[in-house]
């Protein structure tokens, strides 16, 4: 069988259709945060006449006294999230870099149950344990404390699995080995010669770390109930109730703040998230 | 490797002591609460700051009140809607813009560019992404409207979220967009990693592009689609952010998601843990039954259409082997 060539029109048709869909999609994409950022800086009353503009105009600052002049700070709620954030990440990469360091490193007698068992809680559905989890920290006295958010990121099994197949690739045993003969502890091999070599997985996974606790609403909304330890999706949240009712420059803004850091992050990591997207996804 | 052998015994119970720390996150905060949410369902656990309970009589009686509840079982109906609704056209614009991308006859200039902005959604906090979009849809000024107006769909304006319909589908579109550019890298790695002399002997058996798609890049897919299909699944039945700071579950329940309502029950009105626990563990074990179900039906006939591969393959085998004898 000999190959048809497509005609030269319908390719250029085809084609055509190709880029008109996809710089749709990606205006879809754009086109809420850029309505937002520019409504950030327009007037309730411009907002009112016509509520979409491309072009920003001049009440940023006025729309900052509204914002910030009501019963809470915002920044308290970014400084809550980054705190959280923060503490998340480095336990939750650590610690789960060891126990993906067990997996490889070591032939113990439970390493392929407890590797299988990994592989079983990965899809474990969290919010299903969400009463349980309110009661036992409200027995314990921890509602009100970031620990309850930080902890759990310790047993992250979605992560152990990535850091596993990275270290199968990029481990090689004669380097622990030597150390070994070089009288270094297994302790001190880990933390100064396995860590840098699991440098580029950590940070790709740090990432999503990262954003996924900062975005997450449902624990701080059920644990943090006094306001100063509220977190930023939490005071969000506050933007739709009654603070703000017509105050649109006011409520653009600090939806803005919230986007803002995000995309700051996302634009210049963006190589690294698509990479790791792409990544994670490949589970055998 | 006798050696390596020797040194790895006495290292064994390093794997152990590396390990404790995620064994221990995971049986104090995963485990446990699991169980407790469980017994909790068996009590009469209810009431602000309340946390000792007694055993109800009847044990399962949480149960039958939350599966009688109307509005548990519209919230269960509209969740299952909301995310079927937003899944199918997800899976299929991923799966078209994977063929599109993916193509090395016709390649699209400016991929890089287009992935970054169709993920972008994504890592945007879900409760601004709520808030923002009951802003756009603002009644009876909001850029929705304003548009409307603009492409002379409508003169008056339109309480867009006021209709049940509209506001279940704007919640469907919102998970839909967040989600399908995450989907479409997924499947394009997906894609990447095929064998490239799969492709390689189509060429040069001159399959057509479609051909392709369909008979090599989309089989070879299966594994990776059931696994999306699956963390979307699990993901959708306890789908939270949106619903909740779209409309709060409204107008007249529509948006109402389980896990909005068993936030409702726990942690607002009453206070009933009892029957928000019960509701944690109905929605368990659907998730439970429908992700063995997925596996069981991808499974068995991925199973089934191996061997028939086989099969084919080892009679064009035959095949072959006899036109080269001929």
Do not use: C, H
């Given at each position: 069988m000999s190959r048809k060539p497509e005609p030269l029109a319908g390719r250029a048709i085809s084609k055509t259709i190709k880029y008109i869909v996809c710089i749709f999609l990606a205006i879809l994409s754009i086109m809420p945060f850029w309505i937002m950022f520019m409504n950030a800086t327009r007037s309730t009353y411009e907002i009112q006449a016509t509520s979409i503009a491309l072009l920003p105009s001049t009440y940023l600052e006025s729309n900052w006294k509204v914002f910030h002049g009501k019963s809470f700070n915002p920044l308290v709620g970014f400084k809550n999230s980054v705190i959280i954030a923060v503490f998340t990440t480095i336990v939750n990469i650590y610690f789960n870099s060891l126990t993906a360091y067990a997996l490889v490193a070591y032939q113990w007698k439970l390493r392929q149950p407890f590797f299988s068992f990994i592989m079983a809680i990965l899809m474990l559905p969290a919010q299903v344990s969400s009463i349980g989890f309110y009661q036992f920290m409200y027995r314990i006295g921890w509602t009100n404390s970031f620990l309850p958010l930080i902890l759990p990121a310790i047993a992250g099994p979605g992560v152990v699995f990535f850091m596993r197949q990275y270290l199968l690739g990029a481990l090689s045993i004669d380097i622990v080995n030597s150390a070994r003969i070089d009288g270094a502890g297994e302790f001190y091999t880990f933390n100064r010669i396995v860590l840098p070599i699991m440098k580029p997985a950590m940070a790709t996974q740090a990432i999503f770390t990262f954003v996924g606790s900062w975005n997450n609403l449902f624990m701080p909304l059920i644990l943090l109930t006094d306001n100063k330890n509220y977190t930023m999706p939490i005071m969000v949240s506050l933007l739709r109730g009654d603070i703000y009712r017509r105050e649109y420059g006011a409520i653009y803004l600090g939806l803005s703040l919230t986007v803002l850091p995000l995309f700051i992050v996302y634009f210049a990591l963006s190589k690294y998230i698509i990479a790791g997207v792409a990544l994670g996804s490949i589970k055998e | 490797?006798?050696?390596?052998?020797?040194?790895?015994?006495?290292?064994?119970?390093?794997?152990?002591?590396?390990?404790?720390?995620?064994?221990?996150?995971?049986?104090?905060?995963?485990?446990?609460?699991?169980?407790?949410?469980?017994?909790?369902?068996?009590?009469?656990?209810?009431?602000?700051?309340?946390?000792?309970?007694?055993?109800?009589?009847?044990?399962?009686?949480?149960?039958?009140?939350?599966?009688?509840?109307?509005?548990?079982?519209?919230?269960?109906?509209?969740?299952?809607?909301?995310?079927?609704?937003?899944?199918?056209?997800?899976?299929?614009?991923?799966?078209?813009?994977?063929?599109?991308?993916?193509?090395?006859?016709?390649?699209?200039?400016?991929?890089?560019?287009?992935?970054?902005?169709?993920?972008?959604?994504?890592?945007?906090?879900?409760?601004?992404?709520?808030?923002?979009?009951?802003?756009?849809?603002?009644?009876?000024?909001?850029?929705?409207?304003?548009?409307?107006?603009?492409?002379?769909?409508?003169?008056?304006?339109?309480?867009?979220?006021?209709?049940?319909?509209?506001?279940?589908?704007?919640?469907?579109?919102?998970?839909?967009?967040?989600?399908?550019?995450?989907?479409?890298?997924?499947?394009?790695?997906?894609?990447?990693?095929?064998?490239?002399?799969?492709?390689?002997?189509?060429?040069?058996?001159?399959?057509?592009?479609?051909?392709?798609?369909?008979?090599?890049?989309?089989?070879?897919?299966?594994?990776?689609?059931?696994?999306?299909?699956?963390?979307?699944?699990?993901?959708?039945?306890?789908?939270?952010?949106?619903?909740?700071?779209?409309l709060n579950g409204g107008p007249d329940n529509a948006t109402l998601t389980v896990s909005v309502f068993i936030y409702n029950q726990a942690f607002s009105g009453s206070y009933m843990y009892n029957r928000a626990a019960a509701a944690s563990m109905i929605l368990f074990i659907i998730i439970v039954v429908l992700s063995a179900i997925l596996f069981y039906v991808m499974r068995d006939k991925d199973a089934a259409k191996l061997k028939k591969e086989i099969k084919k393959m080892k009679a064009a085998q035959k095949a072959a082997a006899k036109g080269v004898q001929a």
């Open positions: - | 490797m006798g050696g390596k052998k020797i040194k790895s015994v006495s290292y064994a119970k390093y794997g152990y002591i590396f390990s404790l720390p995620f064994v221990l996150a995971f049986l104090i905060f995963t485990a446990y609460p699991v169980l407790y949410t469980a017994v909790i369902g068996f009590t009469d656990l209810k009431g602000l700051g309340k946390t000792d309970f007694k055993f109800l009589e009847n044990p399962f009686q949480n149960f039958i009140q939350i599966l009688k509840t109307p509005s548990f079982q519209e919230s269960l109906g509209n969740t299952v809607l909301i995310w079927t609704v937003n899944f199918l056209p997800q899976i299929l614009l991923a799966l078209l813009l994977t063929a599109w991308f993916t193509n090395q006859r016709q390649k699209i200039r400016g991929q890089g560019a287009f992935k970054v902005l169709f993920y972008m959604p994504n890592i945007i906090t879900a409760a601004t992404i709520a808030i923002l979009f009951s802003t756009l849809f603002g009644y009876p000024m909001g850029p929705m409207n304003d548009l409307f107006k603009l492409l002379g769909l409508s003169q008056e304006p339109i309480n867009f979220l006021n209709n049940k319909t509209t506001a279940r589908m704007v919640v469907s579109f919102i998970q839909f967009w967040m989600w399908y550019g995450q989907t479409m890298i997924v499947l394009i790695a997906g894609v990447l990693g095929i064998n490239p002399e799969l492709f390689e002997a189509a060429e040069i058996d001159g399959a057509t592009s479609r051909q392709v798609f369909f008979y090599i890049t989309l089989p070879s897919l299966r594994t990776i689609m059931l696994f999306t299909l699956v963390t979307s699944l699990i993901g959708g039945m306890q789908m939270f952010d949106i619903p909740k700071l779209f």
